[in-house]
């Protein structure tokens, strides 16, 4: 059992806070958790802290009781292997040359590099997540935002994670696309044991995924607790709002 955990972080901008003394921990093997709030929030940043790839004002990212912030070379390298993120920016592109098999191995690479090498072929990785290897020879300007957040997590899932950071995950595809897709996540999920973190304004996926869910607003996490408690005559406005701006995802929860 692999164990992420932020204590006490803090973060802001130049401005007010953005996260307030904030505690959270991810855990490998266990349910995955949910974090809903309003845009702006603070959700991407929470997730790039725990990925180690933001610095803090204050508070501490552990991982299995290291510090990540004083990883060093190989620790580091294992640590990237073993925690993966897929962000809102993972569908960028900067090498318009570039094809999803050219990204994947790149993600074998790191695997390698953080000592999770496996014989799992660049089309069962594709397999994994829907997609064929006609997808891997295009170039990635080529594939459809689904098609490319389809690749982000196939490369995420390359290095064989304990741990993985999502953010808005499936907003790319399309509805029916987004339905089986949540449910092929899930099965892969539970049959890897990986620890999931969810950040998505998505409040169908997350209630499908997460057990339990924090809500993050005005820069301070709250407890975690089964959806439809967190939604149910929520005091925050900002909650408040969310819950208005999803009503018929909200009313399956009533």
């Known amino acids: 059992m692999s164990v992420l955990k932020a204590t006490g972080v803090s973060l802001g901008f130049g401005g007010p ?16 958790v949910g974090l809903i709030g309003p845009s702006g929030g603070g ?9 180690g790839t933001q610095k803090l004002i204050r508070g501490s990212v552990t991982f299995e009781g290291r510090s990540v912030a004083k990883l060093r070379l190989r620790s580091k390298s ?5 925690v993966r993120a897929v962000s809102q920016y993972s569908m960028t592109i900067t090498d318009p040359r570039e094809t999803a098999e050219i990204r994947l191995r790149q993600a074998l690479k790191t695997a390698r590099k ?33 098609e490319r957040q389809r690749v982000a997590l196939a490369a ?3 290095t064989r994670p304990e741990i993985l950071l999502l953010d808005e995950p499936l907003t790319a595809l399309d509805p029916h ?20 973190l969810i950040a998505s304004h998505d409040l169908e996926l997350v209630e499908r995924l997460c057990p339990t869910v924090h809500a993050l607003v005005g820069g301070q996490l709250l407890p975690a607790a089964p959806l439809r408690e967190v939604l149910r ?18 009313s399956r929860f009533r």
């Open 17 to 32: 806070d953005v996260l307030e003394n904030v505690s959270i921990e991810v855990t490998s093997g266990a349910a995955p």
């Open 43 to 51: 959700k991407t940043t929470l997730l790039h802290i725990l990925a």
């Open 78 to 82: 294992e640590f990237s292997a073993r």
């Open 114 to 146: 953080g000592g999770r090498t496996h014989g799992t072929s660049i089309e069962d990785m594709l397999a994994a997540v829907g997609l064929d290897m006609s997808a891997a020879r295009r170039p990635m300007s080529t594939l459809s935002g689904g």
């Open 156 to 158: 995420a899932l390359a």
């Open 177 to 196: 696309s987004r339905t089986s897709m949540t449910t092929h996540l899930r099965e892969l999920i539970e049959r890897l044991g990986i620890g999931v």
């Open 233 to 250: 005559d929520p005091e925050h406005p900002d909650l408040a709002e969310l819950a208005a701006a999803a009503p018929l995802a909200v």
